[in-house]
């Protein structure tokens, strides 16, 4: 970020949104710092040093750093940077490593998906294995969902994040809250 | 549903990821500025759209966002392999059952 920009202040367009019935919960995260970066394998430790959390080079895998900024893996040279309290752009600045770093925090929005039917329901748009043996704790990956694209997450063993653009995030919402209602038992 | 092998990721993800992106080992003329109208119509509007086995590349779009190339088979729709942009072409022999086989890696 340029010295002397203040973050701008964005609502979500799902900020009030709730959804929750027995076994499922939906909930809109807060804003949060993102940035979509982009290089090479050669630079992966200096930049993982920069931002003080282990770039991910396993496919479908993902770390976080000790102060909770999460590094997603999304291809061989890509990874989503999400952090809910510091800018992982200040940090990449002092990078010397030959990089690509794009602001994307306004671009995404993100939900939470938990309890035990989270999976069932994703699973509705979802076409990838998110068993536990094929989608573990912390793995992540950008799929498809519905007619969207996505990034998901799995925080937990009934708990995944799900980032899309903001302006399918009503697509989103509608989608798993429709999605729920038809799959209860 | 296809499920299709990404050399990326390392394992086979569902058809809805993929992206076809035509046919495959078509190397750019070079100079491509000294090339008469025949050869460039070879090289950028003629395929070969063949009934059977084709060379192709995908794209892990909504993945991984990699190019790759892939054999499948017209007919069938079966994917006989994948392998990363760049590496060379991979050969592929029927086999006495009518299936196929890598070639080099028969049975």
Not at chain 1, 85 to 101: G, N, Q, R, T
Request: proline share 7%.
């Amino acid at each position: 970020m340029v010295d002397g920009m203040t973050p701008a202040p964005r609502d979500g367009v799902i900020n009030e949104h709730r959804f929750a019935i027995p076994g499922l919960d939906i909930t809109p995260l807060p804003p949060a710092f993102r940035v979509s970066l982009r290089a090479g394998p050669d630079d992966v430790g200096a930049l993982s040093q920069a931002l003080d959390v282990g770039l991910p080079v396993a496919p479908k895998s993902s770390a976080i750093g000790k102060s909770g900024r999460q590094a997603l893996w999304l291809g061989p040279d890509e990874w989503l940077i999400i952090d809910a309290e510091a800018d992982p752009m200040i940090d990449l600045e002092k990078a010397k490593a030959v990089h690509s770093a794009v602001d994307i925090s306004h671009r995404n929005v993100a939900l939470a998906i938990s309890g035990r039917r989270a999976r069932a329901t994703l699973e509705a748009g979802c076409p990838q294995d998110l068993a536990e043996r094929a989608f573990p704790v912390a793995a992540c990956s950008r799929t498809v969902l519905g007619k969207i694209e996505v990034v998901l997450l799995r925080e937990g063993p009934e708990r995944f994040r799900l980032e899309c653009w903001r302006s399918f995030a009503d697509y989103a919402w509608t989608f798993l809250s429709e999605a729920a209602l038809a799959a209860r038992p | 549903m296809l499920l299709i092998a990404c050399p990326y990721c390392g394992e086979e993800r569902p058809e809805l990821e993929f992206r076809h992106a035509g046919e495959a080992h078509v190397a750019r003329p070079d100079p491509i500025a000294e090339i008469d109208d025949a050869a460039f119509e070879a090289f950028f509007f003629l395929r070969d759209n063949p009934k059977g086995l084709i060379w192709e590349r995908w794209r892990h779009v909504h993945g991984c966002g990699r190019f790759f190339n892939a054999v499948r088979d017209t007919v069938s729709d079966r994917f006989i392999t994948t392998y990363k942009a760049g590496e060379v072409r991979r050969e592929v022999v029927r086999d006495d059952e009518g299936g196929y086989q890598l070639k080099g890696e028969e049975r």
